[in-house]
């Protein structure tokens, strides 16, 4: 009874021992890893560096005005005049956004929307509000509106 009860922790000595190995080696597998990775950054950083250098100095302004010099017979540059620079009332309006559209078609064409586009009534301080647009009514029958319909799935759709 002795001898097997021995045995017996024998093999679990010799069990532990094999395990301890194996979790050591894996471990020293994972720090030469990290240390890999922490040296592939030092080095993406230092590039980064150097290229933020290089890139302040070819913007530098007396290299930039020495280049105008030097090519401008074939780049045809001239100053920027005071009337190319607006304010913010000479800007275009933005489309007005569209509300209560039922189909992802006229969402996306805005095709058949009919009355539901509604100006932008939002007032701020630096915009004037924009004066509202009357649309001439016409009294002739609505048109048939299409309607697209798909049974096919949506490639985005999908168990992943």
């Known amino acids: 009874m002795l001898r097997t009860f021995d045995i017996i922790l024998i093999g679990l000595m010799i069990l532990a021992a094999a395990v301890t190995y194996k979790i050591k080696h894996d471990a020293e597998k994972q720090m030469t890893q990290v240390t890999r990775l922490q040296r592939m950054i030092t080095d993406e950083r230092d590039t980064i560096d150097l290229l933020k250098a290089d890139w302040s100095l070819l913007t530098q302004p007396n290299r930039l005005q020495k280049l105008v010099e030097t090519f401008q017979g074939q780049l045809d540059l001239q100053q920027v005049e005071a009337q190319q620079i607006v304010s913010l009332d000479e800007l275009p309006q933005p489309k007005p956004a ?3 559209l039922d189909d992802a078609a006229n969402i ?11 100006p932008d009534t939002t007032v701020t301080g630096s915009v004037a509000k924009p004066k509202p647009v009357t649309k001439k009514v016409e009294a002739a029958a609505p048109k048939p509106v ?3 319909v798909s049974n096919a799935t949506p490639k ?4 992943y």
């Open 98 to 100: 569209s509300l209560d």
């Open 146 to 148: 299409k309607r697209v």
């Open 108 to 118: 996306i064409t805005e095709a058949n929307a009919g009355d539901t586009i509604k």
């Open 156 to 159: 985005s759709v999908g168990l």
